[in-house]
Each structure stands twice: as structure tokens, then as C-alpha cells.
């Protein structure tokens, strides 16, 4: 019970400045060419001779596969929310490219929680997680608002 506990947080369980760490993916050149052929077929994901004469001076990642990647990183024990990772918005920045060889993983902290005055099973929760690469650069920033449930003996507050 106590590791089900862990692996599944409900709002009450969360408090501002909580963080949790995912665990990494190393990101290959192969699996950017396969993510941009399919959902972001622009040449700087997919050659790398253009890819060198582009802004990024090589060959670079789709964002959405970086975004896509950090989801699964997030699901796979970066963000241990009962109910699952439900957004109701997102931010998003890009500030360095990901690379072929990329180990990536995910650090998030909890930055706000808002319980629902409406639906007293649930909240808000404003979770930052930072995607970093090997070197512990920040390689997309996402700021999301998460719908997580409360526990059902909470009731109304």
C-alpha cells in the first residue's frame, strides 16, 4: 500500500516545491528521422547535410518529439499523478536544440495547487518540469496545469 501510495499522488499528497525526477531516454538519430519522416518532415530533422546549413548547425529534434518524449518520460514515473497527467493547459519553450546521442530525462517541481472551489474532487496543479539532456542542459521547458483527483475521503474543504 505505501508504494502504491508513491506511485499514485493525489492532490493532497502534493505541496509547493515537491520534485520529482524521471527516468532518461537516450535519443538516437534513427529515432528523430523516424518522428520527423511521420509527424515533422522538415529537412533539418531529416538530413544532415541540410541540417548542418540550417539555424541549428546540425541535426536537431522535432520539438513535438522532444515534447512527446518528456510526456512518455513524465508517464513512466516523472510525475507519479493519480488519474494520470490530465493537462488543462501547457506552456512551452524550446531554448536548446535536442541531439542525436541525447540522454534525456525530466525534472519537475511543483509550483502551485489550486483546489477546485466547483468540483471538490479535484484540483489544479501547475507543475514546471525541465527536459535535460547528459549535460544537464535544459532542452525544453513545459509548464503545464494538471486536473489531478483528490482522494475520496477528503470531501469538501
Given at each position: 500500500?505505501?508504494s502504491?501510495?508513491?506511485?499514485?499522488?493525489?492532490?493532497?499528497d502534493?505541496?509547493?516545491?515537491?520534485?520529482?525526477t524521471?527516468p532518461?531516454?537516450?535519443?538516437?538519430t534513427?529515432?528523430?528521422k523516424r518522428?520527423?519522416?511521420?509527424f515533422d518532415?522538415?529537412?533539418?530533422?531529416?538530413d544532415?547535410?541540410?541540417?548542418?546549413q540550417s539555424?541549428?548547425?546540425?541535426l536537431?529534434?522535432s520539438?513535438?518529439?522532444t515534447?512527446a518524449l518528456t510526456?512518455r518520460?513524465l508517464?513512466?514515473?516523472?510525475?507519479?499523478?493519480?488519474?494520470?497527467?490530465?493537462?488543462?493547459?501547457?506552456?512551452?519553450?524550446?531554448?536548446?536544440?535536442?541531439?542525436?546521442g541525447?540522454?534525456l530525462h525530466?525534472?519537475s517541481?511543483?509550483?502551485?495547487?489550486?483546489?477546485?472551489?466547483?468540483?471538490?474532487d479535484?484540483?489544479?496543479?501547475v507543475?514546471?518540469s525541465?527536459?535535460?539532456?547528459?549535460r544537464?542542459e535544459?532542452v525544453q521547458?513545459?509548464?503545464s496545469?494538471l486536473v489531478v483527483p483528490r482522494?475520496q475521503s477528503?470531501g469538501?474543504?
Amino acid at each position: 500500500m505505501n508504494s502504491e501510495k508513491r506511485d499514485h499522488l493525489f492532490l493532497d499528497d502534493l505541496h509547493v516545491g515537491q520534485t520529482f525526477t524521471s527516468p532518461s531516454h537516450r535519443l538516437d538519430t534513427e529515432q528523430i528521422k523516424r518522428f520527423a519522416q511521420e509527424f515533422d518532415p522538415q529537412s533539418f530533422h531529416l538530413d544532415e547535410n541540410a541540417a548542418a546549413q540550417s539555424l541549428f548547425a546540425g541535426l536537431a529534434a522535432s520539438g513535438w518529439h522532444t515534447a512527446a518524449l518528456t510526456m512518455r518520460l513524465l508517464v513512466n514515473g516523472g510525475a507519479p499523478i493519480a488519474g494520470g497527467i490530465i493537462g488543462a493547459a501547457v506552456e512551452i519553450a524550446w531554448p536548446k536544440p535536442t541531439r542525436p546521442g541525447d540522454e534525456l530525462h525530466v525534472v519537475s517541481e511543483v509550483e502551485e495547487i489550486i483546489p477546485s472551489r466547483s468540483k471538490p474532487d479535484r484540483g489544479i496543479v501547475v507543475l514546471r518540469s525541465e527536459t535535460r539532456n547528459q549535460r544537464s542542459e535544459v532542452v525544453q521547458v513545459l509548464t503545464s496545469k494538471l486536473v489531478v483527483p483528490r482522494r475520496q475521503s477528503s470531501g469538501k474543504k
